[in-house]
């Protein structure tokens, strides 16, 4: 067996009462693609750390083609050949492409002033981004790039230093599926130019596809190992949560109380400053779970926003419950009984450095005051319910948000919304970030939704949600809805031929 | 709810190394060690007069730090606070010197101290100009309206007697005073005068930050200023009606102003266009930030902001105290506060230290 080009042996951290790896181990070797999952929490992200030089361990050894090295800076890391994505880019949008490329390194000509060298930049650029397939003009400002192009650049940049070991932290949680095809692709080639891809994915259809070797984390431990023949879902599934969860089973009776009853929301034509054609129609009955489906710049972020008074709408009218509605801002809209999960949680769906309680109370707060002065005690109740029945897992309510794993974040949201009581519920990606677990309480959780009567009207880039959960879909492509299709009809095919741009 | 709820169970750790309380405690600990050293090494410090003269100050800086610190907790800033500080005080003086009632003359200082505030909010949100850069424009103009007013000539302008007699312009800006008017006492009693030993404009802060306190900390509108200070998208999706409040919140800096310019005039009975209000937009902030509200937004306390108010005109008096001279005040003040920012910030990191070796 050849040397392993990277080598970590019982690494240890602590993190105050946390112990965060107790004796890790992980084993790269050149021109393979390791996948390390685990659910949030497990260990991938420290260890992930570990190997960038950003968290010297506690305990326990790396090496680097046999030989222990120290890593006690990311700058140490990168002279080794390790190189690190981060699921949020490290690009600045106001720079050209090739400026970020050479961000901090820049070729120079040399002389006592040390002028950058565009040329000689813009041709190793273009040499760079031919690598990851990339054909762009590297002068473009970086922000005209969509998340999947930006995604390449990083890599490409990271390839610019020579990384032999390249670690991608979710790497696809905001490409849309073609990007995400595309990405796959480039991390095959990189294979094949011998570089080791260590992949981290809550997405383990993508792992499936592109994994040659799986590594699991549980609880800060190793949880096990397959080989690419072992490589499937369920086995991922069972050695990420050490049990068997069956994450896409619908509930026995057909969900909904209210399928034949007039709609929650009808939306006709609505449209919004960038809206073309004919702009987004649809309808969500009571107790039905509506799926909206498409490429990412689609515009279904933008319509669940129009729909909900965040953005200006321009034309269109809207109707809940049989009923024409004017929605000008986002109270119109809590009136109406409509309550809207945003997509960026981190951004638009929490205020990380408030607590769990802060953070829920906030668009509950007109039923928590007497003459306007806060009802302390009677937020801290609502807090401890919302921990209790989503089972968000904390030490207690007065926890920073920012603190909690993606999917524990994702619950505080949900039930920040869900104690308003919505009729109607827009999920916008609702799982994205959040591990197996917390997924299958998501669903779990809108299928109690849909029986109990509340209509769901879910945004998903996950074609398997989409395909599991919905009763119907909607498909929409540059700005205005395409098709709809219902349970009989649905399909992967069939939502990807609407969703760029084929007419039903 | 932290101490029941925090997960090591040590209430008296998880206490004191929450970052509020962190702040407050530094500040406080600056504010004790100020003063001790004040009457340590002056005899003449130790007086009540002394004591009332730094109240006053307190009390009159004070209620431009409430303002400014409800821009801050807003992510915002307001450099226009001297200014709006200069403008009012010279508009009160010109009411009084014409003769009007001082009850009215305020009410309309105050009002048109509120519409600049509102005035700012607008340029703010609607047209979506940088509050640095709006209130920096605001700076200039205001305070080359109060020198434009103190040209104008009232008494020609207004009297039908006395109209074409002379040029309306004076030559040059002036002093605006009481124009030597006697029937003010009761009036300009709430600046110079006390009550149980505390001058007025202690206990009109007093009130104000009380009042401050309980809207800032106990009301769904302390609410909805935190989180839009925090997140403004955050805030606006979850349904704040983001704009609104950050326009109440340069409402309510101007209007403190506006008070504050009133009150700088009845303390001499005469304020000057060119130095009424200089720095006070300074003061201001660096009280708020003192006491802990952070320039991030977001943040802030009202106990932290009455102690951070304390910082400077302890600071002011000690230096004369010191017998440092007045040339030199600006430099040992700037000095000082570097001085406990660098403290404040090793303890910091020291106590982050200790938690995450715990």
Same mark, same amino acid.
């Given at each position: ?53 950003? $968290? ?71 040499? /760079? ?8 003009? @590297? ?50 080639? /990189? ?70 009853? @007039? @709609? ?25 779970? $509506? ?108 926890? @920073? ?23 109607? /519920?827009? /999920? ?77 | ?39 340590? !090494? ?128 004076? +030559?040059?800006?002036? %002093? ?6 006697? +029937? ?9 005068? %006390? ?89 201001? !902030? ?73």
């Amino acid at each position: 067996m050849q040397t392993p080009l990277l080598e970590v042996e019982r690494i240890s951290k602590r993190y105050g009462g946390a112990q965060a790896l107790s004796s890790v181990g992980l084993r790269l070797y050149p021109s393979e693609v390791v996948a390390l999952i685990g659910e949030n929490g497990a260990g991938k992200s420290t260890l992930m750390k570990v190997l960038g030089g950003i $968290v010297t361990p506690d305990e326990g050894e790396i090496r680097i083609d046999g030989t222990p090295v120290r890593l006690n800076s990311p700058a140490q890391a990168m002279e080794r050949g390790i190189s690190l994505i981060h699921q949020e880019l490290n690009l600045a949008d106001n720079l050209s492409i090739e400026a970020n490329l050479f961000l901090g390194r820049e070729l120079r000509w040399g002389g006592p002033l040390g002028l950058a060298s565009g040329r000689a930049m813009e041709a190793k650029s273009r040499e /760079l981004l031919a690598r990851v397939g990339l054909d762009v003009d @590297p002068r473009d400002r970086l922000s005209n790039l969509t998340p999947g192009h930006k995604q390449l650049v990083e890599i490409a940049r990271s390839l610019s230093m020579h990384a032999r070991v390249l670690i991608m932290d979710e790497p696809t949680s905001s490409l849309a599926q073609k990007e995400t095809d595309r990405l796959l692709e480039v991390i095959r080639e /990189l294979r094949q130019q011998g570089v080791c891809v260590v992949y981290i994915s809550h997405r383990l259809r993508e792992v499936e596809a592109v994994a040659d070797r799986v590594v699991g984390l549980r609880d800060g431990k190793n949880a096990g190992e397959l080989s690419k023949a072992e490589i499937n879902y369920q086995a991922m599934v069972q050695m990420m949560v050490g049990r068997d969860v069956q994450l896409h089973q619908r509930p026995s009776q057909a969900a909904g109380t209210g399928r034949d009853q @007039p @709609p929650v929301l009808r939306v006709e034509k609505l449209k919004h400053a960038q809206s073309k054609g004919e702009g987004v129609s649809l309808e969500v009955r009571p107790g039905e779970i $509506v799926g909206m489906a498409g490429l990412v710049g689609a515009g279904r972020s933008e319509f669940a926003e129009t729909l909900f008074g965040i953005r200006p709408r321009v034309s269109g009218q809207v109707y809940i419950q049989g009923q024409p509605k004017l929605i000008r801002k986002p109270t119109d809209a809590m009136a109406l009984g409509l309550a809207l999960v945003p997509e960026d949680r981190r951004h638009h769906g929490l205020i990380l450095a408030d607590s769990i309680g802060g953070n829920i109370a906030l668009p509950n707060l007109d039923t928590h005051h007497i003459a306007k002065l806060l009802q302390f005690g009677k937020i801290r109740h609502t807090a401890q319910n919302g921990v209790k029945s989503l089972r968000i897992r904390t030490t207690g309510i007065a926890k @920073p948000v920012g603190l909690l794993s993606g999917g524990n974040q994702q619950k505080v949201v949900l039930y920040k919304w869900l104690h308003r009581q919505p009729k109607l /519920l827009i /999920l916008d990606e609702p799982t994205r970030g959040v591990d197996v677990g917390a997924k299958k309480e998501i669903y779990d959780l809108m299928h109690d939704l849909t029986a109990r009567g509340v209509g769901i009207l879910m945004i998903s880039s996950d074609l398997e949600e989409v395909l599991h959960l919905s009763d119907r879909v909607v498909v929409m492509h540059e700005n205005q809805t395409t098709g709809e299709l219902t349970r009989e009809q649905l399909s992967e095919e069939a939502i990807m031929r609407l969703a760029t741009g084929a007419q039903s | 709810m932290s101490k029941s709820e925090s997960s090591d169970g040590n209430l008296f750790r998880s206490f004191f190394s929450n970052p509020t309380v962190g702040r407050i405690l530094g500040v406080s600990l600056l504010v004790l060690i100020l003063y001790g050293l004040m009457v340590g !090494i002056e005899a003449n410090a130790r007086t009540l007069e002394n004591h009332q003269n730094i109240a006053r100050r307190i009390g009159e800086w004070g209620i431009l730090t409430l303002g400014a610190a409800f821009v801050i907790i807003t992510g915002g800033i307001d450099l226009s606070i001297g200014s709006v500080v200069c403008l009012s005080a010279v508009s009160f003086g010109i009411l009084l010197e014409n003769g009007a009632n001082p009850l009215v003359a305020s009410l309309i200082v105050l009002t048109v101290a509120g519409m600049i505030g509102l005035f700012h909010g607008f340029l703010i949100t609607r047209l979506n100009l940088q509050p640095f850069v709006v209130t920096l424009c605001g700076l200039f103009i205001y305070r080359g309206l109060a020198q434009f007013l103190s040209l104008v000539d009232f008494k020609r302008l207004l009297d039908p007697a006395l109209r074409g007699t002379g040029r309306i312009l004076r +030559d040059s800006s002036r %002093d605006v005073g009481v124009g030597g008017r006697t +029937d003010l006492g009761w009036f300009f009693w709430l600046q110079k005068g %006390d009550f149980l030993g505390i001058p007025m404009p202690m206990w009109i802060f007093a009130i104000l930050a009380l009042i401050a306190a309980i809207f800032l900390h106990a009301s769904i509108y302390g609410r909805y200023l935190f989180a839009l200070g925090h997140n403004e998208q955050a805030a606006r999706y979850a349904g704040v009606n983001t704009n609104r409040y950050k326009v109440l919140a340069y409402f309510l800096c101007s209007l403190m102003a506006g008070l504050g310019g009133i009150l700088f005039l009845m303390k001499i009975n005469s304020a000057s266009p060119s130095n009424a209000g200089n720095w006070f937009e300074l003061y201001a !902030i660096t009280g708020a930030v003192l006491g802990g509200t952070s320039l991030r937004g977001g943040e802030g306390t009202i106990i932290g902001i009455i102690l951070g108010t304390a910082v400077l005109p302890l600071l002011k008096t000690l230096v004369i105290f010191a017998g440092i001279p007045s040339d030199m005040e600006f430099s040992a003040i700037g000095l000082a506060l570097l001085l406990g920012t660098l403290a404040d910030e090793l303890l910091r990191r020291h106590s982050e230290k200790a938690r995450k070796g715990a």
